[in-house]
């Protein structure tokens, strides 16, 4: 199962809309996202379930997007929210022992715009998205759980938070 976060309509329409400028359209199967966990097993989802509708039953964390970041064969927008960090912190805690090694370590929350393009493309594009003003601001609405089945993924429920 994937966790993501879920963004505020206009973010997303912009987000998105950037992902399909830039994203190699032959690779491009998902919309634009800020993943929280990119593995968590079929087995937790009980408990997941539980500490998502408790992580959401209170206001949107505020957040930003603080400008872009080098993927080196791609581009993607830095995403700052220390209380969206906290929520996946403490989900994180609580599934410890089942984390993949990718979930285990440091989290680097950004919105990938760009992938698997020639290194020089994705200077251009980090150069490009420079020159706007940063930070901005972020809206989160909630948090969504997805299946990975090989292509695109498959909504299984998503939380939102409470105005």
Same mark, same amino acid.
């Given at each position: 199962?994937?966790? *993501?976060?879920?963004?505020?309509?206009?973010?997303?329409? &912009?987000?998105?809309?950037?992902?399909? !400028?830039?994203?190699?359209?032959?690779?491009?199967?998902?919309?634009?996202?800020?993943? #929280?966990?990119?593995?968590?097993?079929?087995?937790?989802?009980?408990?997941?379930?539980?500490?998502?509708?408790?992580? /959401?039953?209170? =206001?949107?964390?505020?957040?930003?997007? *603080?400008?872009?970041?080098?993927?080196?064969?791609? *581009? =993607?927008?830095?995403?700052?929210?220390?209380?969206?960090?906290?929520?996946?912190?403490?989900? =994180?805690?609580?599934?410890?022992?089942?984390? /993949?090694?990718?979930? !285990?370590?440091?989290?680097?929350?950004?919105?990938?715009?760009?992938?698997?393009?020639?290194?020089?493309?994705?200077?251009?594009?980090? /150069?490009?998205?420079?020159? #706007?003003? &940063?930070?901005?601001?972020?809206?989160?609405?909630?948090?969504?759980? &997805?299946?990975?089945?090989?292509?695109? &993924?498959?909504?299984?429920?998503?939380?939102?938070?409470?105005?």
């Amino acid at each position: 199962m994937i966790v *993501t976060a879920l963004f505020a309509p206009a973010d997303f329409a &912009w987000l998105d809309g950037l992902r399909r !400028a830039h994203f190699p359209p032959e690779r491009n199967q998902l919309t634009a996202h800020l993943t #929280l966990f990119h593995h968590l097993p079929p087995s937790a989802a009980p408990e997941l379930d539980r500490r998502l509708k408790q992580a /959401t039953a209170g =206001a949107p964390p505020a957040a930003s997007i *603080t400008g872009p970041m080098s993927l080196g064969r791609g *581009t =993607a927008l830095r995403v700052s929210s220390e209380e969206l960090a906290a929520v996946r912190g403490a989900v =994180a805690e609580a599934f410890h022992g089942l984390l /993949t090694p990718q979930d !285990a370590g440091g989290w680097r929350p950004h919105v990938t715009v760009q992938n698997k393009v020639e290194p020089a493309a994705a200077r251009a594009l980090v /150069t490009e998205l420079s020159v #706007l003003s &940063w930070p901005r601001p972020l809206g989160i609405t909630g948090l969504a759980v &997805w299946w990975y089945r090989g292509g695109p &993924w498959e909504l299984i429920r998503d939380y939102r938070f409470r105005s």
